[in-house]
Every structure is written in structure tokens, then in C-alpha cells.
């Protein structure tokens, strides 16, 4: 079974360029998530779908951050214009129907560096 | 804010040593998980408990839940070089989001 898919796996760009990472998760879960990981840190929710619902976004940064995921399968999470302080790595995670927050399966990350 | 908090920040043992890691937390969960990051790779489940749970066990792991004290224990016995990670403890908080904590560096010396 493939797991979750992201990329690019590194991105290096300057302040104020947008940024785009890509998510595809395991077929068949209907739940994705998205975060954002600092160094040293725990990853810290970013977004959280129901198939194609945004069901939990409070920690999103709205003004910058936006992240949509069309027909409920993959997902692309955008920042427009990119700060320095957004240099982080970028996990996406999927799980399946059982119910959100049971066991989520990681993707390899996206580490963003802001320049 | 930080529900998890994973003690000690950091763990050095010898490779066949038992590696004890523990979770505290501050509001009422529907479950705690476990999982595992090695350098450069992404995060691993490892192990959920629910709240009406008291102790689970996955080969190697041992984890204990006590919701009266809001802590958790992570037992790794007879330690590998390969067990090398950092390890979090994430809690789901009734009707909130999981949260992540800092996790616990541990280090496995041969």
C-alpha cells in the first residue's frame, strides 16, 4: 500500500514569492491533515478535512495561508506572499474512516526555507 | 498552547537498556498516541491508548495511562541502536484538535 505522497520534498525561496506543497494521501482516507513542524518543535495543526470540508482551520494563518483540497483526495496548501518566520517543515497526514485523531500516517514533509 | 509535554527533553542509554519517556497533559482526552521520527524521515505511529485504558503493549512497547494524574508513560525495552528518534506524545482532547508535544531526543549509544 502506498503511503502518503508530498512534494516537493525542499523548497527554497525568496520573502514575499509564493509557495505551494502538494498532498496526496492514502486511498481510501477521507480525513487529511496538515503542519507545520518548527525545528525541535512537535508538529502543530495547520488544517484538518473531511473529505472536501474544511472542519477544523482556527490555527491557519488565513491572511497568508490557504489550502484547499478538490474532490475530497489530494489537497495543496499555498502561502502567498511567504515570510521568513514560515520556514518550517510542512507535514501532510491521512486517516482513515474510523474517526479523526486515531491513528494518522505521515508523509515525508516538505522543508521550506525562506530566504 | 502546549496540552503534551513530554519529559526528559532528552535520553541517552545504552543499546539493550530499558528507555522510560513520559507524557503529561492538561484536559481530558478521548485517546493518546505515541509516535516515533527518526532523522530526516517523517513521523510513525507507534502505539494509541484510549481513555478507558490503563496499560497497552506493541512487541517492545509498554504504555501505561493514568487520567487521574493526566500522564502517560513509553517504555522501550532491551534498546536498539536503531530506536534512535525523537518520540511525542500527541493528545485528542474531547471535541478539540490533537495536539503534539515537544518530544523526547533519544539516543541509543552502542
Known amino acids: 500500500e502506498a503511503g502518503v505522497v508530498q512534494s516537493p520534498r525542499y523548497k527554497i525561496i525568496e520573502k514575499k514569492q509564493p509557495v505551494a506543497f502538494w498532498c496526496n494521501p492514502i486511498?481510501?482516507?477521507?480525513?487529511l491533515y496538515w503542519y507545520l513542524q518548527n525545528l525541535g518543535q512537535g508538529p502543530e495543526l495547520l488544517i484538518r478535512?473531511?473529505?472536501?470540508?474544511?472542519?477544523?482551520d482556527s490555527q491557519l494563518p488565513k491572511d497568508r495561508f490557504s489550502a484547499e483540497r478538490l474532490k475530497g483526495v489530494d489537497s495543496t496548501l499555498k502561502i502567498q506572499p511567504a515570510e521568513l518566520g514560515d520556514s518550517a517543515v510542512y507535514l501532510c497526514?491521512?486517516?482513515?474512516?474510523?474517526?479523526?485523531?486515531?491513528?494518522?500516517?505521515f508523509g515525508p514533509g516538505t522543508r521550506l526555507t525562506v530566504l | 498552547s502546549q496540552q503534551g509535554e513530554e519529559d526528559p527533553q532528552a535520553l541517552s542509554i545504552q543499546e539493550g537498556e530499558n528507555a522510560t519517556m513520559n507524557c503529561s497533559y492538561k484536559?481530558?482526552?478521548?485517546?493518546l498516541q505515541w509516535y516515533r521520527q527518526n532523522s530526516g524521515r517523517g513521523l510513525v505511529h507507534l502505539i494509541l491508548?484510549?481513555?478507558?485504558?490503563r496499560e497497552k503493549h506493541s512487541g517492545r512497547l509498554r504504555v501505561t495511562l493514568d487520567t487521574s494524574k493526566k500522564s502517560s508513560s513509553l517504555l522501550i525495552t532491551a534498546s536498539r541502536a536503531a530506536d534512535t528518534a525523537s518520540y511525542f506524545c500527541?493528545?485528542?482532547?474531547?471535541?478539540?484538535?490533537?495536539?503534539f508535544g515537544k518530544g523526547t531526543r533519544l539516543h541509543i549509544l552502542p
Open positions: 497526514a491521512s486517516s482513515s474512516p474510523a474517526g479523526p485523531y486515531n491513528e494518522q500516517f
Open positions: 486511498s481510501g482516507h477521507n480525513t
Open positions: 478535512y473531511e473529505n472536501e470540508e474544511a472542519v477544523d
Open positions: 484536559t481530558s482526552i478521548n485517546n
Open positions: 491508548i484510549r481513555s478507558n485504558e
Open positions: 500527541a493528545t485528542a482532547p474531547i471535541d478539540d484538535k490533537i495536539i
